[in-house]
């Protein structure tokens, strides 16, 4: 079955100056999976598998039109304070999706990349995760990349130690710590910043994902519970994006 279209399509529902000011880098913050269940006399470990329906709907979609790179948060260095059903569902989960998915993603070109302690993670998803990695290395397509244990205060006091250590070895002088050096030092070196920060749900938090790359993103807050979160509600987020006026601290 041929999941991943092809071609880069302009949706009905997105005129065409959104379409020409679509943004480089989306990260989502897939929020509302419990609450989905809730409301639907579901375990939430339900709630996460809907969930994973919907995200594969938005990866394809995000492909389809051609933006360069998504990035979803897909499990915080939080999420462990779950209970163990919880976090055993969503490890399981984390399998499934990439028996049922690398393939077409590998086809159509999506090069993925895990954001987060990978080592801190079960090693059978540490290994489905490397090789998923490693497979798609040099494809040129969408960048997908999934945080997985991902803290963004994490993140950075990695970068800062790893920029210490080249200071250290003599590598690097205390001149050459720029925000460059800092930047390139972070998961999604040689990426673009997030242009635009999705939060489904109605919850309005940045829950430490991507402080870094999200500086000068435009935020959007749908109310849409994340397993209830279409592809019209997608162009609608680009749609407003397009919409905004970004001035990066400048005037307009
Ligand atoms: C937040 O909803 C969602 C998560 C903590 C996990 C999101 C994970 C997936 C959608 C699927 C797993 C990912 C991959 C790559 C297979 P919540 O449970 O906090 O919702 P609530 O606020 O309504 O309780």
Redesign the pocket.
């Given at each position: 079955m041929q999941r991943w279209l092809t071609g880069r399509q302009t949706p009905k529902s997105l005129d065409k100056d959104a379409f020409a000011a679509l943004p480089r880098h989306v990260a989502i913050i897939?929020?509302?999976?419990?609450?989905?269940a809730k409301a639907h006399r579901l375990n939430?470990a339900m709630?996460?598998r809907q969930?994973?329906e919907?995200?594969r709907e938005i990866i394809r979609h995000t492909d389809d039109l051609g933006i360069g790179a998504l990035t979803?948060?897909?499990?915080?260095t939080e999420?462990w304070r779950r209970s163990a059903e919880e976090v055993a569902a969503?490890m399981q989960?984390?399998l499934?999706?990439f028996a049922s998915e690398i393939d077409e993603l590998d086809e159509k070109g999506v090069r993925i990349l895990i954001l987060g302690e990978k080592d801190a993670l079960p090693p059978k998803q540490r290994d489905v995760l490397t090789e998923a990695e490693t497979r798609t290395a040099s494809n040129t397509g969408l960048r997908l990349n999934?945080a997985?244990n991902y803290g963004g205060r994490a993140e950075l006091t990695r970068a800062a130690r790893r920029l210490a250590e080249k200071v250290q070895a003599g590598e690097l002088s205390l001149e050459d710590i720029t925000e460059d050096a800092l930047g390139g030092e972070l998961y999604t070196a040689g990426q673009p910043d997030v242009d635009l920060l999705i939060r489904t749900?109605g919850?309005m938090r940045l829950s430490n994902f991507l402080p870094w790359q999200c500086a000068y993103a435009e935020f959007v807050f749908p109310e849409a519970?994340?397993p209830d979160f279409t592809v019209a509600d997608y162009d609608e987020a680009l749609q407003v994006f397009a919409s905004r006026n970004r001035r990066f601290g400048g005037r307009p």
């Open positions: 897939m929020d509302g999976n419990g609450r989905w939430v709630g996460h969930g994973t919907t995200l979803i948060y897909a499990f915080s999420n969503l989960l984390i499934d999706f999934i997985l749900s919850e519970l994340w």
